[in-house]
């Protein structure tokens, strides 16, 4: 007697069923991962033009500042290139970077620089906030389709 048998059209519309779920998943990690690396190049990129509007409007000669906000534009950029690999994980190091240093250049050159800039910092801690929801659900997508073997 013959052991192979042909798969029923039930098996094949349920195979097909699943991997278009797993498809459609795989579609949407993409879009989710994208959003998050794009917040965060933004901010890379916010970071950048307000270091160049420093320096042109810079009175002093001393160009430290300016390097440092241009390093940390660079900074950005490696950490959304890592959102394409763990994007929840980019992101909260991204908000939590961003944070730190807000708190570091208060503690540093005084409480008054804290409210220097406070509507473009709110700005881009609103941005990289608002990215969390759609790394957290993509990191969750990764997971779902690690658990089921894609």
Same mark, same amino acid.
Do not use: C
């Given at each position: 007697?013959?052991? *192979?048998?042909?798969?029923?059209?039930?098996?094949?519309?349920? *195979?097909? @069923?699943?991997?278009? =779920?797993?498809?459609? +998943?795989?579609?949407?990690?993409?879009?989710? *991962?994208?959003?998050?690396?794009?917040? /965060?190049? /933004?901010? #890379?990129? =916010?970071?950048?033009? @307000?270091?160049?509007?420093?320096?042109? *409007?810079?009175?002093?000669?001393?160009?430290?500042? !300016?390097? /440092?906000?241009?390093?940390?534009?660079?900074? !950005?950029?490696?950490?959304?290139?890592?959102?394409? +690999? %763990?994007?929840?994980? #980019?992101?909260?190091?991204?908000?939590?970077? =961003?944070?730190?240093?807000?708190?570091?250049?208060?503690?540093? $050159?005084?409480? %008054? =620089?804290? !409210?220097?800039?406070?509507?473009? +910092?709110?700005?881009?801690?609103?941005? $990289?906030?608002?990215? /969390?929801?759609?790394?957290? %659900?993509?990191? +969750?997508?990764?997971?779902?389709?690690? %658990?089921?073997?894609?």
């Amino acid at each position: 007697m013959n052991d *192979t048998t042909k798969p029923s059209k039930e098996n094949d519309i349920v *195979t097909n @069923a699943y991997q278009d =779920y797993n498809w459609q +998943k795989l579609k949407i990690l993409k879009k989710k *991962t994208q959003r998050s690396r794009d917040t /965060i190049f /933004i901010v #890379a990129t =916010y970071m950048m033009l @307000a270091a160049l509007f420093q320096l042109g *409007t810079s009175k002093s000669d001393d160009k430290r500042a !300016f390097f /440092i906000s241009l390093l940390l534009s660079f900074v !950005f950029v490696g950490i959304g290139f890592l959102a394409g +690999k %763990e994007p929840f994980g #980019a992101l909260i190091m991204a908000v939590i970077i =961003y944070v730190g240093l807000w708190f570091v250049s208060v503690a540093l $050159l005084g409480p %008054e =620089y804290s !409210f220097r800039g406070i509507i473009g +910092k709110i700005i881009v801690i609103v941005a $990289l906030a608002s990215g /969390i929801p759609h790394a957290y %659900e993509a990191d +969750k997508i990764k997971k779902e389709l690690k %658990e089921s073997g894609k």
